[in-house]
Nanobody, 121 residues
Framework: QVQLVESGGGLVQAGGSLRLSCVAS????????MGWYRQAPGKQRELVTI???????NYADSVKGRFTASRDNAKNTLHLQMNSLKPEDTAVYYC???????????????WGQGTQVTVSS
């Protein structure tokens, strides 16, 4: 099993910044992709950013230029620096990881418990 623990959410005014962190622990041989998703009330969960083990990073159009993801493979961590926050960024943010438990095993996806980000106008 793998546990993902997120931290760093909170309440911030529009234009402010927050930094989210996600730490993965447990039975990990390798983490392929790690990413952040978010879900606002009444909306579907959506991808914010995803980072491959090689460092390739993709962002949702809505956060490009404002959010920056960084990943430390040695520490199984993923950070999300969020700048110029807008009220529409308000959501629960979830960390996701695609994990191999053994070298030639299957890939399993895990989710964190989520961290609330609230941006006031």
């Amino acid at each position: 099993q793998v546990q993902l623990v997120e931290s760093g959410g909170g309440l911030v005014q529009a234009g402010g910044s927050l930094r989210l962190s996600c730490v993965a622990s447990g039975s990990i041989f390798r983490i392929n992709a790690m990413g952040w998703y978010r879900q606002a009330p009444g909306k579907q969960r959506e991808l914010v950013t995803i980072v491959t083990s090689g460092g390739t990073t993709n962002y949702a159009d809505s956060v490009k230029g404002r959010f920056t993801a960084s990943r430390d493979n040695a520490k199984n961590t993923l950070h999300l620096q969020m700048n110029s926050l807008k009220p529409e960024d308000t959501a629960v943010y979830y960390c996701n990881a695609s994990v191999k438990h053994i070298r030639y095993g299957n890939i399993y996806k895990y989710w964190g418990q989520g961290t609330q980000v609230t941006v006031s106008s």
